[in-house]
Nanobody, 124 residues
Framework: QVQLQESGPGLVEPAQTLSLTCTVSGASITTGYYYWGWLRQPPGKALEWVGAIAYSGSTYYNPALKSRTFVSRDTSKNQFGLQLTSVSPEDTAVYYC????????????????WGQGIQITVSS
């Protein structure tokens, strides 16, 4: 029933800011004890957790990315977003939004709903 959909630019230039939006339908991002997360998978590498926002509005970040990561939400639109600043080619990946029962998990089995993923390429 719950569906998530990522949206944003496919191509971002180095040093610019990546902005993504996850639109949620079939469930409210403010009710229930869920955490709404962002994960990414670079080509040839393992899945990496980026950050999340809880039903309460509390935010959580991967320490390796925290200095340039911001997760927010728009409750009126039932959306949550990701901003990643000062991007480089190492940020090239498929980015996913997902729903989980706890924040911060790198294990895909800890999530019970996923968007289809969006390919983001950082290149000039």
């Amino acid at each position: 029933q719950v569906q998530l959909q990522e949206s944003g630019p496919g191509l971002v230039e180095p040093a610019q800011t990546l902005s993504l939006t996850c639109t949620v339908s079939g469930a409210s991002i403010t009710t229930g004890y869920y955490y709404w997360g962002w994960l990414r998978q670079p080509p040839g590498k393992a899945l990496e957790w980026v950050g999340a926002i809880a039903y309460s509005g509390s935010t959580y970040y991967n320490p390796a990315l925290k200095s340039r990561t911001f997760v927010s939400r728009d409750t009126s639109k039932n959306q949550f977003g990701l901003q990643l600043t000062s991007v480089s080619p190492e940020d090239t990946a498929v980015y996913y939004c997902a729903r989980g029962s706890v924040p911060g998990s790198w294990d895909p089995n800890e999530y019970n709903a996923w968007g289809q993923g969006i390919q983001i390429t950082v290149s000039s």
